[in-house]
């Protein structure tokens, strides 16, 4: 089991820029994929990015590609979201989760999550 603390939320107008960080407690390296959700209220959790145990591999949602990039540091057990032209739609709780070695969009098929970090886009 993984235990996730994601961080770097807050508080930003439409088109600025966010990097949220999610620390692991053990080494996720070469073993985990990581992904990245949120969940507006009121809405269901949707998948945001996703990236393979190596890093050589990502996946992202519709409505955050070419804006959004998520990269990892294995060294550091630690998964990045670089949010970029930010928008009020994405405000959200973001939380990141970890699975075993194939990536997926699911969010039932991750099996550890962390606690959550909320993004606020308004001017």
């Known amino acids: 089991q993984v235990q996730l603390v994601e961080s770097g939320g807050g508080l930003v107008q439409p088109g600025g820029s966010l990097r949220l960080s999610c620390a692991a407690s053990?080494?996720?390296?070469?073993?985990?994929?990581m992904g990245w959700f949120r969940q507006a209220p009121g809405k269901e959790r949707e998948f945001v990015a996703a990236?393979?145990?190596?890093?050589?591999?990502?996946y992202y949602a519709h409505s955050v590609s070419g804006r959004f990039t998520i990269s990892r540091d294995n060294a550091k057990s630690t998964v990045y979201l670089q949010m970029n032209s930010l928008k009020p739609e994405d405000t959200a709780v973001y939380y990141c989760?970890?699975?075993?070695?194939?990536?997926?969009?699911?969010?039932?098929?991750?099996?550890?999550w962390g606690q959550g970090t909320q993004v606020t886009v308004s001017s």
């Open positions: 990236i393979s145990p190596n890093g050589g591999n990502t």
């Open positions: 989760a970890a699975r075993g070695w194939i990536l997926s969009t699911r969010d039932n098929e991750y099996a550890d």
């Open positions: 053990g080494s996720i390296g070469g073993a985990n994929s």
